[in-house]
């Protein structure tokens, strides 16, 4: 079994996350989101509340997101890159940043699915440039 690797990454790539999530959540109107590793290494978070456990619901959704791509590799894809999970209430949806990271968000009925996609295009786009940055 593969043991996963630990990212370590500087306060300033940190910083920078953080304010690029801020923005993503801002412009996506959402509950919350989690940006975090494929392997489960939460990174930065924004938007949680007392009632939610963030590292359960992140190691929960990094598990239906690697579930999700095994299926992909099962039905001949190399990798569903995002998906929706639609509810009555309440809605999530994942994408992979890159080959390590993943970003999962939660939103209402008073956000459009369509407008947190374009709101997650944006942000993996400059999470890249982020993560590439040697500073």
């Known amino acids: 079994m593969e043991v996963p690797e630990v990212i370590v990454i500087s ?3 940190y910083d920078k996350l953080g304010l690029l999530l ?3 959540c801002n412009q996506a109107n959402t509950i919350w989101a989690l940006f975090s590793t494929l392997a489960g290494q939460l990174v930065v978070q924004r938007g949680f509340v007392n ?3 963030v590292l359960a619901i992140n190691a929960i959704a990094c598990s239906i997101f690697n579930s999700t791509a095994e299926l992909a590799h099962i039905v001949g894809d190399k990798r569903f890159s995002s998906f929706l999970q639609e509810g009555v209430n309440a809605s999530m949806y ?3 940043v890159n080959e390590d ?3 999962v968000t939660l939103f209402d009925d ?3 699915p369509g407008l947190v996609k ?3 295009v944006d942000f993996c786009a400059e999470a890249v440039k982020v993560l590439e940055n040697e500073a």
């Open 11 to 13: 306060k300033n790539k």
């Open 22 to 24: 801020d923005d993503f």
């Open 51 to 53: 009632s939610f456990d």
């Open 94 to 96: 994942y994408t992979c």
């Open 101 to 103: 990271y993943l970003l």
């Open 110 to 112: 008073r956000t459009l």
């Open 118 to 120: 374009v709101a997650s």
